[in-house]
């Protein structure tokens, strides 16, 4: 080879070798963009999970007071305490005769006929006994 021939034959070989060294620049720069960009959405992705996590314990809160709430109205309703958590007196069953509300517990699921009409509400014999308002509201001298 001659001289000529051989000093193109070095430049190509640097040119190439120069050529390799920029590819393995530009896929470093590639992968470190890419790096950066999984970072990225890295960070965003766990700002996401901070935020959900917090609203999580905030519904946890509320479904917590809910269900507390839940168990005192449903405690108010079976007659076990009252709002203000101390236990509710019985209600007097004098009254029952007047107001026709049955103070026995009844069997709703029982086929069983009722014989007597005083256990129904609104009760047979005593319907028209006892005052009315009619009557309340009269003066003393008028009865």
Known sequence: MSEPEESSLHELT???DEVNLLKAKLEDKEN????VQLNEKLEVAENAKEELET?????QVITEQWRKAADTAAS??????????????????SMDTHTGIVSKPVDLDSQVLIDDPDDV????KGKGSGLRIGDLWKKK???
């Open 14 to 16: 640097l040119k190439d």
């Open 32 to 35: 470190d963009l890419e790096s």
């Open 55 to 59: 609203e999580m314990q905030k519904l």
């Open 76 to 93: 108010v309703l079976a007659g076990d305490v009252g709002m203000n958590g101390r236990r509710i007196s019985k209600r007097c069953g």
């Open 121 to 124: 509400i609104g009760g047979g």
């Open 141 to 143: 001298g008028q009865k």
